[in-house]
């Protein structure tokens, strides 16, 4: 699986090749097997943006407060 973005193939280059320099946020990367850190590290960088987007997520949360407005506009429309 490719990396999204090239702040997550940065963390898993970091995991594969030198992981005492990830930070304790990331540790966690660390349970992942080598061949699955390879697949992400070895994407390249040229078309990936800096960061992944978390669109998807405010999307499916719908008690978030981007969603009050359509909130407020379905109980108007019935």
């Not at 090239?6 to 898993?12: D, N, V």
């Not at 990936?48 to 108007?76: G, I, Q």
């Amino acid at each position: 699986m490719p990396a999204v973005s090239k702040k997550q193939q940065i963390a898993m280059a970091i995991a594969e090749h030198e992981p005492e320099k990830l930070h304790a946020e990331n540790k966690g990367l660390l349970e992942m097997s080598h061949s699955q850190l390879h697949d992400f590290a070895s994407t390249p960088r040229k078309d990936l943006p800096t960061y992944a987007h978390a669109r998807k997520a405010r999307k499916e949360n719908k008690d978030s407060p981007s969603y009050a407005h359509v909130r407020k506009a379905r109980k108007e429309n019935g």
